[in-house]
């Protein structure tokens, strides 16, 4: 299904900027001076509640993460807040890059077996209508 | 015995009751219930989830999609009607319109024309760009005049009769290709998906010569590139008999979901009422008005099997 291919692309896409830093800022880390690692506030551009949801969902079956919530700022300014809190020590980068990339496998896994049962589907409908034609 | 069954329903169903809807949440996250272990497993997931393909025509599909939570399935239905791009018109040259339609009112119309176009096959337009080029543009021209019909009867007032080019359809359109196009895409592939579509109405003497740019665009810039008509999903229904419904409760309780939903059987000599096919029922809540039935029938969905249907243009 395209929107699969979507969501990863976009999903990629938010990767590689943190990565490489672009100009056009699609990420920020929010944090009061003088804490940890642990509890971290992401601010995500051009994202909503598409992204904010399922990455939440993700993020939150990490048996390490004590809290994960999204909001939405205003419904005028299209970004969202996601804030991770950990158990323990690890900062909290590490499970919202992991969420990532368990949202991406799993679209990945969708689109493959979402093709799959079309192609059966076809497969199925032309070997039905091959007798009568 | 009991508590696990309940505990079983609070994770897999969304129960419907009299007054209110309960267990809506997803609440399976690592944690919440003791024994499980809902840490999320790339594995288990793969085993557990399929798709079904139920009815695929050229317009519609439908689907069955197990084992997946809601904010996901959610986050592909907005993507699927917001960020899936396709081909529509977006810039409307006017050359001359001396047809009753204002200019403005007849370029909107035409935006909302679904193009017969892979939009993978070309590029987002750059922002600022006036010029299209052959690899992010699709041009259409438009022409059509209006005029009397001289072999019309002398009384007749049917229109169809009297005028010629009285009615603007989407088949007035034609397709202008630029650059490469032509030899990238074969006579008669790039179209309007309906040919049949009425864009204005003329009479004798008004013309419409236009221009028409189409670009790639997504639902989230304007609603005109969505490529689904409607996509949505419904969970699937899960309607369990608390206790054996016979005789003219039977009929009774057959009458108060959609039809399909609830056979009788002749059993022994007495009716009985069974749950045949709960996909088909509705949840109209008639049970909840019959107040001897109420009690007979839980209603409620399963939280993870998703019957998906959308309408596009071209599936």
């Known amino acids: 299904m395209e929107e699969d291919q979507e969501l990863e692309r976009k999903i990629s896409g938010l990767k590689t900027s943190m990565a490489e830093g672009e100009r056009k800022t699609a990420l920020e880390m929010v944090q009061a001076a003088g804490t940890d690692r642990q509890c971290v506030t992401f601010v995500l551009h051009e994202e909503d509640h598409t992204l904010g949801n399922s990455l939440r969902y993700m993020i939150m079956k990490n048996p390490e993460v004590e809290f994960c919530g999204y909001t939405t700022t205003h419904p005028s300014e299209s970004k969202i807040n996601l804030r991770i809190q950990t158990r323990g020590t690890l900062p909290a980068v590490e499970p919202f890059q992991k969420g990532l990339n368990e949202l991406m496998n799993v679209c990945r896994h969708v689109l493959d077996k979402f093709e ?18 | 015995m009991a508590a696990a069954q309940a505990v079983e329903e609070m994770r897999t169903r969304v129960v419907l009751g009299e007054f209110g809807v309960r267990n809506v949440h997803t609440t399976d996250f690592p944690g919440n219930y003791s024994g499980y272990d809902d840490a999320w497993d790339q594995d288990r997931f793969e085993k557990n989830f399929r798709v079904d393909v139920v009815h695929m025509d050229e317009n519609t ?131 309007p998906v309906h040919d049949d579509i009425l864009i204005a109405q003329l009479r004798p003497g008004q013309e419409i010569d236009l221009v028409m740019h189409c670009v790639k665009g997504i639902g989230k810039d304007h609603a005109k590139f969505s490529p689904v008509a409607t996509a949505s999903y419904r969970l699937l229904p899960d309607i369990t008999l608390l206790e054996p419904v016979e005789g ?59 019957i998906w249907s959308f309408q596009g243009y071209e599936a």
Not at chain 2, 285 to 304: G, P, S, T, Y
């Open chain 1, 116 to 133: 799959a049962s079309i192609k059966d589907y076809k497969d199925q409908k032309a070997s039905r209508s091959e007798p009568t034609v």
């Open chain 2, 61 to 191: 599909l439908e689907f069955d999609m197990v084992g997946i939570d809601a904010a996901i399935a959610n986050a592909f239905r907005r993507i699927l009607l917001a960020e899936v791009p396709t081909m529509a018109v977006e810039k409307v040259l006017v050359y001359n319109n001396t047809s009753i339609v204002q200019d403005e009112i007849l370029a909107h119309r035409l935006g909302l024309i679904p193009i017969l176009a892979d939009p993978r096959l070309f590029e987002y337009r750059n922002q600022g760009e006036e010029e299209g080029t052959e690899i992010d543009t699709l041009q259409f021209r438009l022409q059509v005049r209006c005029t009397r019909n001289p072999s019309a009867a002398k009384d007749s007032s049917d229109p169809n009769e009297l005028y010629v080019n009285h009615k603007v359809y989407t088949r007035h359109m034609t397709w202008v290709p630029l650059g490469n196009q032509a030899d990238v895409f074969p006579e008669g592939t790039i179209r």
């Open chain 2, 248 to 306: 003219e409760a039977a009929e009774e309780l057959s009458r108060c979901f959609s039809p399909g939903v609830i056979e009788v059987q002749e059993v022994q000599g007495k009716k009985l009422a069974r749950v045949a096919n709960a996909r088909l029922d509705t949840f109209s809540r008639e049970i909840f008005r019959n107040e001897k039935l109420k009690k007979a029938v839980r209603l409620a969905r399963v939280r993870d099997h998703y």
